[in-house]
């Protein structure tokens, strides 16, 4: 039987990664976005909305999927908003494409939120998970959306007997454009301005993140772990971390950085320096670097969400995944985080991007 894949999200820098990886392999692949991405030789854009049933299978109609990759979600005010709003994105497209009887497989991609909760719950609660964080520790007691999708996807499961992969990611890195959780780009935006104007490459988190262990995940890598978990019989119904395969210490890695752009690191001094405070008088000058050096986007917004990176980089723990589970069923992708970082400044540069 054919593998015709939906990947919802494929805009995004999980999704877009993911379809390249899909049509690589020969899968018939089709993306569904509000935006469709038409960036993706042979991908086939759907342009829908995921809130409203109607427009879904009115989009969807002649098109019956055998697996679905769920990489998209939408951020609200407050956590309770957050879960009506992303499991009504998960259910409205599982009901839609039930009647259709053809769908073998979902995977969903959440995160490390899983295990941390929202900031509030281990910035200013105290609950810290055990690190490394592994795929059987209990849900916190929590509002969490993540668990929401879940329930919408086992629900939808035991009524159209598909078999299903949740797949948790640490920070994503890897290329996309226009994506709400982006800290590749955003690194390499800031880079560039320092470099511009001759400022430092300032470390903007916290000291734990500076000096601890972490990883982080390359969205090829996650990509590669999608596909195998949803065609893989020994992985279905279950959920995996996904990460890189190796740990560093940013306090390294933030030199290594700075180093490729030909600029100077400064390290933690004992006081968090937001990135989101530090780029929020840029967009003048990334307009005008766009403009000497003729790159694709003006809009500082469009590629810098530095917002998310001030949440990674500004957590007061140090984390990383335990990989156990999915090597010993025989995933087995690796890639150095450094070279996560560096592939996306080159891919950045060779698109015109970046300067």
């Known amino acids: ?39 993706i030789p042979g991908l086939y ?19 019956s999927p055998t697996h679905i990759y769920f990489t998209t979600w939408m951020r609200n005010d407050t956590e309770e908003e ?25 995977a969903l991609v959440t995160g490390l939120k899983h295990y941390l909760g929202p900031f509030e719950a281990y910035a200013k609660e105290g609950v810290l998970p055990e690190t490394p964080v592994r795929e059987e520790h209990p849900r916190l007691p929590l509002p969490n959306f993540y ?3 879940e329930d ?16 948790r990611p640490h920070t994503v890195v890897g290329y996309a454009v226009g994506n709400l959780m982006n800290i590749g780009t955003t690194l390499a ?24 262990l972490s990883d982080v995940t390359d969205a090829r890598v996650l990509a590669q772990q999608l596909v195998w978990a949803s065609t893989t019989e020994s992985a279905k119904n279950q959920a995996f971390n996904i990460a890189n395969g190796d740990v560093f210490r940013w306090k390294w890695l933030w030199k290594r950085l700075a180093d490729w752009f030909a600029i100077e690191a400064e390290g933690f001094d004992g006081t ?31 590629l810098s969400s530095a917002w998310h990176t001030d949440l990674d980089l500004g957590r007061p723990l140090e984390v990383m995944c335990d990989m156990s589970k999915s090597r010993k069923l025989g995933f087995t992708a690796y890639v150095s985080t450094e070279d996560s970082f560096t592939d996306v400044f080159k891919r950045l540069r060779a698109e015109n991007m970046i300067p």
């Open 147 to 149: 668990y929401a999708q």
């Open 1 to 39: 039987m054919e593998n015709i894949a939906l990947v919802v999200g494929a805009t995004g820098i999980t999704g877009s990664n993911l379809a390249e990886e899909l049509i690589a392999q020969g899968w018939t692949t089709y993306g569904l976005s509000r935006n469709p991405n038409t960036n």
């Open 82 to 106: 957050n879960i009506r709003v992303n499991s009504m994105l998960v259910r409205n497209l599982l009901t839609v494409l039930s009647s259709k009887k053809s769908v073998k497989h979902v």
């Open 45 to 63: 854009p759907i342009k829908a909305d995921l809130m409203n049933e109607q427009n879904l299978d009115e989009a969807l109609e002649g098109i």
């Open 272 to 302: 968090i320096k937001p990135l989101e405070k530090e780029l929020e008088n840029d967009h003048e000058i990334w307009a005008a670097i766009a403009e000497k050096y003729k790159l694709k986007e003006k809009n500082l917004d469009r």
């Open 152 to 167: 919408e996807v086992y629900k939808a499961s035991e009524r159209d007997g598909f078999t299903w992969s949740i797949h």
């Open 189 to 212: 935006v800031y880079a560039s301005i320092c470099k511009e104007t001759g400022r430092k490459f300032i470390w903007p988190g916290s000291e734990a993140q500076w000096n601890g």
